[in-house]
C-alpha cells in the first residue's frame, strides 16, 4: 500500500542553521505531497503542498520539491529560527481514494537560540 | 473563521464507558475525517467520510464508530472504551485533493 517514510528526529538545530527534513514515499499513480506543521498544543496546519512533479513548494521560508524520480518530497529552510521549533509531518493524498492523506510519523524539530 | 472545532477537549474515561467526540466544521467541505495521533506513529486514519450520510472504514476502525447525519458535523463514538484507545483525536476537513486539510485543535482522551 501507499506509505510515507520521514527521517527520524528529534532534530536539533542552532538558530540560523541550514534545516533539511527527508521524506519519501510509496504510491501508485500521482499523488499530492504535502507538509503539515504541528505546534506544542495545537493542530496540524498546512505549511506547503506540491501537485506535480517538479513542482516546488514553498511557504514562510521553507521549500520542498516534488521528485517523481527519487519519490522524494525533502523540506528545507535555509535560516531556521527558535519559533520554527515543532514536529513536521510529510503526507501524501490521492484523489482517487476520498482525499485521505497518508502521513509520515513526523519528525520533531528543537531550534535552540 | 471558526473552521473546525472539536470538542470536548479533554476528558477521562473509565473502561468501558462510553463517549462520544463532535467535529463541526463551517467550510462547507464535503470531506470529512477522523485521526488519531500516538507517539512515534504520525496520525492514522479511523473513519472518514465523503459527504452527508456516508461513511468509510479508514486504517485503524475498531472499537469506533462515526454519522455524517449533517453535512458540517462528523461524529466519533466509542461505545465501550479501552486504555489501548487512549490517544489525541483529531477531526479534519477538506475538499477533493490536492487543498489539503483543516484540523481541529485536537481532543486529548484518557481511558484509566
Known amino acids: 500500500g501507499d506509505s510515507v517514510t520521514q527521517m527520524e528526529g528529534p532534530v536539533t538545530l542552532s538558530e540560523e542553521a541550514f534545516l533539511t527534513i527527508n521524506c519519501t514515499y510509496t504510491a501508485t499513480g500521482y499523488p499530492s505531497l504535502f507538509w503539515y506543521v504541528q505546534y506544542p498544543g495545537e493542530g496540524l496546519q498546512l505549511l506547503l503542498k506540491a501537485t506535480k512533479a517538479d513542482d516546488k513548494g514553498s511557504n514562510k521560508g521553507f521549500e520542498a520539491t516534488y521528485r517523481k524520480e527519487t519519490t522524494s518530497f525533502h523540506l528545507e529552510k535555509g535560516s531556521v529560527q527558535v519559533s520554527d521549533s515543532a514536529v513536521y509531518f510529510c503526507a501524501l493524498s490521492k484523489g482517487n481514494q476520498g482525499g485521505k492523506l497518508i502521513f509520515g510519523q513526523g519528525t520533531e524539530l528543537s531550534v535552540k537560540p | 473563521n471558526a473552521g473546525v472545532t472539536q470538542t470536548p477537549k479533554f476528558r477521562v474515561l473509565k473502561t468501558g464507558q462510553s463517549m462520544t467526540l463532535l467535529c463541526a466544521q463551517d467550510?462547507?467541505?464535503?470531506?470529512m475525517y477522523w485521526y488519531r495521533q500516538d507517539p512515534g506513529m504520525g496520525l492514522r486514519l479511523i473513519h472518514y467520510?465523503?459527504?452527508?450520510?456516508?461513511?468509510a472504514k479508514g486504517e485503524v476502525p475498531d472499537g469506533y464508530n462515526v454519522s455524517r447525519l449533517k453535512k458540517q458535523n462528523f461524529l466519533l463514538g466509542l461505545e465501550s472504551a479501552a486504555p489501548s484507545q487512549t490517544s489525541v483525536y483529531f477531526c479534519?476537513?477538506?475538499?477533493?485533493?490536492?487543498?489539503?486539510?483543516?484540523f481541529g485543535s485536537g481532543t486529548r482522551l484518557t481511558v484509566v
Open positions: 467520510s465523503v459527504g452527508e450520510g456516508t461513511t
Open positions: 479534519a476537513s477538506g475538499r477533493q485533493s490536492p487543498y489539503g486539510y483543516t
Open positions: 467550510m462547507n467541505h464535503e470531506y
